[in-house]
């Protein structure tokens, strides 16, 4: 057995029951550090576990592929959900095991933010630049939905020096390619951990540092209008 599972954005208490049975039950439990130190109160005693970071999660995945064509049952712990950033990761595990995997999705840092903000993923788009290979046509989308007049959640990309792409680096691209500085924006940090929040302007942001552990919200300039009935008169 080998299942990939989401553990959250951070606090131990947003994690899955399924997520944790699942844990509690493994021989293997891999992942990156910050990850695994999440979960690490559920890890059997007796169980192994496989750290790694992104220098070395090709060879480290191999090893966890062989533990799980070997028998033993493997977990493979992502942080947040699955399927918000994690999807290239999830790829690289199938890789390795020459197979499909299970996957449980868990709760994203996006849905924490969207509670806190209270905004409506219907009204919402998500985007994630926390990823490999290409992220231009992540970045055009981006000024798309805020030209749809949509709210845009969206993921940073904190990497080297030559690929970061953090809330200042957003806001500039988006100022350059015609969107108004007025769009209020909030930024939070550490969501369910130490958090930490900033809100102000499209303009104002191109001057803050944030860390890596961030996530962004661009408002729309203008809300939808409800649609549920009026109230009566």
């Known amino acids: 057995?080998?299942?990939?599972?989401?553990?959250?954005?951070?606090?131990?208490?947003?994690?899955?029951?399924?997520?944790?049975?699942?844990?509690?039950?493994?021989?293997?439990?891999?992942?990156?550090?910050?990850?695994?130190?999440?979960?690490?109160?559920?890890?059997?005693?007796?169980?192994?576990?496989?750290?790694?970071?992104?220098?070395?999660?090709?060879?480290?995945?191999?090893?966890?592929?062989?533990?799980?064509?070997?028998?033993?049952?493997?977990?493979?712990?992502?942080?947040?959900?699955?399927?918000?950033?994690?999807?290239?990761?999830?790829?690289?595990?199938?890789?390795?095991?020459?197979?499909?995997?299970?996957?449980?999705?868990?709760?994203?840092?996006?849905?924490?933010?969207?509670?806190?903000?209270?905004?409506?993923?219907?009204?919402?788009?998500?985007?994630?630049?926390?990823?490999?290979?290409?992220?231009?046509?992540f970045k055009r989308h981006l000024v798309n939905v805020l030209k749809d007049r949509r709210n845009a959640i969206v993921i940073p990309c904190p990497w080297d020096a030559a690929r970061s792409f953090m809330p200042r680096h957003i806001a500039a691209y988006l100022l350059a390619q015609g969107v108004t500085a007025a769009h209020p924006v909030e930024v939070w940090e550490n969501l369910t951990g130490d958090e930490a929040e900033w809100r102000g302007e499209l303009g104002e942001c191109v001057d803050r540092d944030f860390s890596d552990m961030s996530i962004m919200l661009i408002r729309s300039l203008c809300d939808m209008p409800s649609q549920i009935e009026p109230v009566a008169a």
């Open 1 to 137: 057995m080998i299942v990939c599972i989401g553990a959250g954005p951070g606090d131990l208490g947003y994690l899955p029951q399924r997520s944790a049975e699942l844990i509690q039950q493994a021989e293997v439990v891999a992942g990156f550090d910050a990850v695994v130190k999440v979960v690490h109160s559920l890890i059997p005693a007796g169980a192994e576990v496989v750290r790694m970071n992104y220098r070395d999660q090709t060879d480290k995945l191999a090893q966890v592929a062989a533990a799980h064509h070997a028998g033993r049952r493997c977990v493979v712990v992502f942080m947040g959900d699955i399927h918000f950033s994690g999807f290239q990761y999830l790829e690289r595990v199938e890789r390795a095991c020459g197979h499909r995997v299970e996957a449980v999705p868990g709760i994203s840092s996006a849905q924490i933010l969207a509670s806190r903000a209270r905004v409506c993923f219907d009204e919402t788009t998500f985007i994630t630049f926390h990823r490999r290979g290409d992220l231009e046509p």
